[in-house]
């Protein structure tokens, strides 16, 4: 703790020869940060407007523009995306954009500093923020966030996990433009003077980059769920301090089994872009209490837990719609979202309970239940295969399957309790965060892309036919006189399928050589090649079928931080 600071004091005072980034980064320490966010600050003065959203894949270039923005007097906005659609529903909301935006308004800084300009403080209280909930039931809900409350949280974590992390590299495969990542790959490290490694994407980039150092993962449920039990994570065993993760639940099952492979229990974060952190367990046991962070007060009313800190943006008492009892230990356990109650044709239904039972089927890994609307509500699940369990890929497999669990329910569900629609994947659709949003799940009710029936899958290449079902959304309302698949569907489905075969590059670069040379309508048979040229970033896809070529092009990729 000698060498902690206010989050007030990161950009004034910097830690003279103090590693800011791993080795081999552009920005080596945090004296070279301090001139970054001079740099920053001066360009920003020179911009009129109060609010400016920031976006930037490489954490370095974030924290030094944020910091600059905020000595600047602005308020920063942080989208989770700089999509398109992102950008022009911020218009409205701010007055500029900087960093990886298609249209930036400052991509880099671009006013030399004041020599003799005195760097202060920040004001705790008038230095603001704006997150963004995930949108897991609708459209992302802005949040605003004062710096007290940021410092309070990142004083909490490191009061409560900070004492084992001293020296290390600070990796992570989620973002920082969401609050879990800003606070603990950016935030908390800045404050502590450790160093911030450059976003892992793949698994195989994380282990290299871990590789010999003294190191903590900030990882979310969706990526600890999937590594890759081949790789060589014995490699970090007695290196890797801790394995934080947040963003949603990790199951028992993963969350023995990331203890396994990377040699430390993970510890989970329980909290939101509302309320920040409160709560974190360790998986030390089978299934652990959860503690409450340092300054966090809580309590269960109506068996639904509250909570009250400096975190929150004020003094009430914040009820979540978690359920919730009080453990002999001091802690709480968590018992299900007091707010997954419906109704279905007058009978209440926990969709909760109702995933549970589903879940103990023996080829069911994950469950979600949803009520899917329209003239008469019916039940339906989406459903993630256990391991070694095949997806059922014709028809009559998936009624197979369907019925087997319907008759599994049987005995604690009547007719109009137990799901009607079914959906079987090989895993749960989640966001970057690791969240599985209820719009993905209804969108497998209503697909905007066929299934896919792949006939080769290899490193480089792969075909998989289509079968152009009149019921996709994607012929509603595009053209009047005919159902017409639209080009923007077939690229989009080309990236979707080939991100299923191959690793790729998260960030979109161009696209190169678009041809659309034939309409494909409802009832066609069409098949997708995929030729993925790893060394150059670039995938190139041809649609074919008995009438000959549909349309074809190239996409690059970059990576991102």
Do not use: C
């Not at 590789?211 to 979310?220: E, F, H, N, P």
């Not at 969706?222 to 947040?246: D, E, I, M």
């Not at 996709?472 to 991100?499: K, N, S, Y």
């Amino acid at each position: 703790m000698a060498e902690w600071r206010a989050l007030a004091d990161v950009a004034v005072r910097p830690l003279p020869g103090r590693a800011f980034l791993a080795a081999g980064a552009a920005s080596a320490d945090h004296a070279n940060f301090h001139r970054e966010v001079l740099h920053w600050q001066a360009s920003f003065r020179a911009r009129a407007g109060d609010t400016w959203a920031l976006h930037f894949e490489d954490a370095a270039r974030f924290a030094a523009a944020l910091y600059g923005a905020w000595h600047a007097g602005k308020t920063v906005v942080l989208p989770g995306d700089a999509l398109t659609g992102t950008q022009a529903r911020l218009r409205t909301r701010v007055d500029g954009f900087v960093g990886d935006w298609i249209e930036s308004d400052m991509p880099a800084p671009d006013h030399a500093p004041d020599a003799d300009a005195a760097m202060v403080a920040l004001d705790a209280d008038t230095t603001r923020l704006v997150v963004f909930t995930s949108g897991s039931t609708g459209e992302p809900v802005a949040i605003e966030k004062r710096l007290r409350q940021l410092d309070a949280e990142v004083h909490a974590l490191e009061a409560a996990l900070g004492t084992p992390l001293d020296g290390v590299a600070v990796h992570g495969t989620v973002s920082h433009q969401h609050i879990y990542g800003l606070l603990f790959r950016v935030l908390w490290p800045l404050a502590a003077g450790r160093a911030i490694v450059s976003r892992a994407f793949f698994p195989e980039d994380l282990l290299a980059a871990m590789d010999g150092q003294d190191a903590v993962l900030i990882a979310s449920p969706a990526h600890l769920k999937r590594l890759p039990a081949q790789l060589s994570w014995a490699s970090l065993h007695g290196k890797l301090r801790a394995v934080f993760s947040s963003g949603g639940a990790l199951p028992a099952e993963a969350a023995h089994e990331v203890a396994r492979l990377l040699g430390v229990p993970p510890t989970e974060i329980l909290g939101s872009s509302e309320t920040g952190g409160i709560a974190w367990r360790r998986w030390e046991t089978e299934v652990p209490v959860w503690h409450p962070l340092p300054g966090v007060e809580w309590r269960v009313q109506d068996g639904v837990l509250e909570v009250h800190s400096h975190h929150l943006s004020g003094d009430a008492w914040w009820r979540s719609q978690d359920r919730a009892e009080a453990d002999a230990a001091g802690g709480f356990r968590l018992l299900g979202r007091a707010d997954r109650i419906v109704k279905v044709e007058e009978r209440r239904v926990s969709l909760d309970a109702l995933e549970r039972q589903i879940e103990t089927h023996p080829a069911v890994k994950d469950a979600r239940v949803l009520l899917l609307g329209g003239a008469r509500s019916a039940l339906a699940a989406v459903v993630a295969m256990a391991d070694g369990v095949p997806v059922p890929a014709d028809a009559a497999s998936r009624r197979a399957l369907s019925q087997s669990l319907s008759r599994h329910l049987a005995a604690t569900q009547d007719a109009v309790t137990r799901p009607r629609r079914w959906r079987f994947v090989v895993a749960l659709p989640s966001n970057a965060q690791g969240k599985v949003t209820e719009a993905a799940l209804t969108a497998l009710f209503r697909p905007e892309r066929p299934e896919p029936h792949w006939t080769l899958r290899e490193s480089g290449r792969a075909h998989v036919d289509l079968l152009l079902d009149a019921s996709l959304a994607v012929f509603d309302g595009h053209f009047t006189q005919a159902a017409i698949l639209p080009g923007v569907a077939q690229l989009d489905w080309a990236v979707q399928f080939a991100r299923e075969a191959f690793a790729m590059p998260p960030s979109f670069l161009r696209m190169e050589a678009l041809k659309f040379q034939r309409v494909a309508r409802p009832g066609d048979l069409i098949r997708l090649d995929l030729d993925w040229q790893a060394e150059r970033g670039t995938l190139v896809f041809r649609y074919t079928s008995v009438h000959g070529a549909h349309a074809s092009g190239r996409v690059v990729f970059a990576d991102g931080e």
